[in-house]
């Protein structure tokens, strides 16, 4: 890779954080689908139920 200035190699490393956000988007939508498509099997702790299956998990208050 060619030397870079500090002001063009911070532009990639925010082009970079960009991807990665629009990545993430796409991710949690994937997921969202995936567990909204579960029937989910929970299993429970003191404080929050998990699903086995697609890892959604949910606070319980008493
Ligand atoms: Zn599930």
């Known amino acids: 890779m060619a030397k870079q200035t500090n002001g063009n190699k911070?532009?990639?490393l925010?082009?970079?954080m960009k991807e990665l956000e629009e990545k993430i988007r796409q991710?949690?939508?994937e997921l969202g689908t995936l567990?909204?498509?579960?029937v989910h099997e929970f299993?429970?702790?003191q404080l929050?139920?998990?699903c086995q299956k697609c890892l959604q998990s949910e606070s319980i208050y008493y």
């Open 43 to 45: 299993v429970s702790n």
């Open 48 to 50: 929050m139920k998990t």
């Open 14 to 16: 925010i082009d970079e």
């Open 35 to 38: 567990q909204a498509d579960c």
């Open 10 to 12: 911070a532009m990639a």
């Open 27 to 29: 991710l949690k939508i």
